[in-house]
């Protein structure tokens, strides 16, 4: 006899992980996330272990081990953008209109790097 496997509900996502968690200020946390994602891209291109990045963005060790884990709970967006700064990185801000979409009601801020 074979066994039926229970129904499984599935949600569709929003985009934003932080959103569907239910996370508070969900769009930060997704931009902080993104920022970070590029800033430690940045760190291992250059082969920096964590006490030379330290050195690098004028920052203790344990806040690049924190950095490199996802633990931003330290870090503003500002302050994320000011170590991207000092990774020789030009930020590059885009203000629109949001035009409402039935999955996305509420405006979304996005990070995109740019590879050249």
Known sequence: MIKKAPDIKIEKS???VFADL?????E?????ADLAI?????IKKRKLNQTDAAKL???DQPKVSALSR??????SVERLFKLLSILNQDIEIIIRPHHGRENHSIPHIHVRYANG
């Not at 590029?38 to 940045?42: A, T, V």
Request: hydrophobic share 35%.
């Open 38 to 42: 590029e800033i430690n891209k940045l």
């Open 22 to 26: 239910g996370l508070p200020n969900p």
């Open 57 to 59: 963005l004028g920052l």
């Open 14 to 16: 929003s985009g934003n």
């Open 28 to 32: 930060e946390c997704l931009v902080k």
């Open 70 to 75: 996802g633990r931003l709970s330290g870090f």
